[in-house]
């Protein structure tokens, strides 16, 4: 691993969808240019707006995160752009604003869709002229930074919505990052979950020997709406709550999840009982039912047959695998 590579251990993932964006990452980081990156909320953009900073050249300097929907609308710009001695009441001293803090470094604008249309305007100007001006002064401060911004928002809909600014827009989507939804990346479901049980058990000073097949098979099932944020408090709530000494199995899960995975499977079985499927009858239903859910070597193990086994049972009956 190079030492670049190397800065990518907090990125964990190498799925196709994954494995694209980095290569963005990669490509992007050693110049100035603006990057714009979105996701919905939990997807970790910080995370790779950092990477653009640390692969950078400017990786020594400062990385500041500004979170534009945090900060009040009376006092953003002053957060930004700094302020002057007397420039408003309580201003008992001049004082930097973020901008002037991220000066040869990165200035990471997260949410900057909730920007108000006035505080775009000034944000324009800045990126333009690559100069700010303090509140209550008149004199312009030139300034090398670089500028990552992220938004959950569809920024071409608040465009048409008067909402946010068009030319605004183009100057922040020079390059776009577009970080896909946890659902997108089952296939990273090992590789995160291993993180996190890792980085928990440290924590909590506990041991945990990983995490069982059926229960991955379980979390492939659920559509993660928080997506890797999502993922990571359900690790982190099930180490809590389970003993020590063994593997996380789906009894050890949250409720919510097992309904979307064992209970599913459960109710199959029942079903199938019921219906009085032979053997036979059994395997190639579930196959058909829940093969978009579940690895060959997953679904293998609920049949309780071989991957050998389960790819000539497909063949037999012409159900080639879905990808």
Aim: hydrophobic letters at 40%.
């Amino acid at each position: 691993m190079s030492a670049d590579e190397d800065l990518f251990t907090n990125i964990i993932g190498r799925s196709t969808k994954m494995t694209k964006v980095l290569t963005v990452v990669r490509k992007v980081a050693p110049y100035k240019s603006t990057v714009l990156v979105t996701g919905e909320s939990g997807t970790g953009k910080e995370l790779f707006a950092r990477a653009v900073h640390l692969l950078s050249p400017r990786r020594d300097n400062p990385f500041v995160v500004v979170n534009c929907g945090a900060i009040p609308e009376n006092l953003i710009e002053a957060e930004l752009f700094g302020h002057i001695k007397g420039a408003f009441t309580g201003a008992v001293a001049s004082r930097e604003g973020y901008f002037e803090q991220a000066e040869k470094g990165t200035i990471f604008l997260d949410e900057v869709g909730e920007l108000p249309l006035d505080m775009q305007v000034k944000l324009l100007r800045a990126i333009q002229e690559e100069e700010i001006m303090r509140v209550g002064d008149r004199r312009p401060i030139k300034l090398d930074i670089r500028i990552v911004a992220a938004t959950n928002k569809d920024l071409d809909e608040e465009v048409a919505a008067g909402r946010f600014r068009e030319d605004l827009h183009y100057r922040l989507n020079v390059v776009n990052l577009q970080i896909p939804p946890l659902r997108d990346r089952k296939d990273d479901l090992p590789a995160l979950s291993k993180h996190f049980i890792d980085r928990f058990c440290d924590k909590m000073q506990k041991k945990v020997d990983g995490i069982t097949g059926e229960s991955l098979g379980m979390m492939r099932n659920y559509d993660w709406p928080g997506n890797v944020r999502e993922l990571e408090n359900v690790i982190e709530q099930t180490i809590v709550m389970m003993d020590e000494g063994k593997a996380i199995e789906p009894a050890d899960l949250p409720v919510f999840l097992e309904r979307r995975g064992y209970e599913r499977r459960n109710r199959f079985r029942q079903e199938a009982l019921d219906k009085k499927l032979s053997i036979a009858e059994y395997t190639r239903e579930f196959i058909l039912k829940f093969e978009t859910d579940h690895t060959e070597k997953e679904l293998a193990q609920f049949l309780g047959i071989t991957t050998k086994t389960l790819w000539e049972k497909r063949k037999t009956w012409n159900i080639p695998r879905k990808r």
